[in-house]
């Protein structure tokens, strides 16, 4: 699909791949291109838990590596090469990536919308919305686990995270980030079941 179609077509179709960024304004950048999901490693200082959820996504619906073209940007696209090595990767100039103003460093959040596409078509898989068949998690469900609301929640959560690898979320994150590693209903009972189990044995 040319970089065009992509841009034409981008309210019909989302993009299968999780995107690794390195921050908040990289993701909000590519947003407003594409119907993306964003890893954000939070720097060059990439740990374990995000690690982790790389190789998650992964594992579930594949990774794009779009750092920025600069030393941190390859520092982190090495790291996750070694956890991670059939990870796709997407790549802008140094020119493409420049700020508008003189200064300022080198970023993915300064591109224009033509050279993320350029970047990003090659190795997008785009999937029709309607052909769209995800697993569906009510919030009714999350309540009922008690993982938005109440005595213990925020520890729940925090255990859930790490059997399913998603990392930890906060209530309002929690059922976007479950239903963006593809989460069904019967892992999540699973997950819970454990999770559960540990609290009753403290």
Known sequence: MTSSLLKENRETFTVEEIIVVEGKDDTRRLQEVLPVDTIETIG?????EILAQISNAQETRGVIVFTDPDFSGEK????????????KHAFLSRDQAAPSRSKGSLGVEH?????????????VTPVRLEDEKLPKIPRQTLMEYGLIAGNGAKARREKLGNLL???????K????????FRITPEELAQAMEQVL??????
Request: charged letters at 35%.
């Open 44 to 48: 060059s200082a990439i740990n374990d």
């Open 76 to 87: 982190i696209r090495k790291r996750i090469m070694e956890e991670v090595p059939d990870a």
């Open 111 to 123: 591109a224009s919308d033509e050279a993320i596409l350029e970047a990003l078509q090659k190795v």
């Open 165 to 171: 690898r998603i990392g930890y979320t906060n209530s």
């Open 173 to 180: 994150q929690l059922e976007k980030r479950l239903g963006m």
């Open 197 to 202: 189990l540990e609290e009753s044995e403290r």
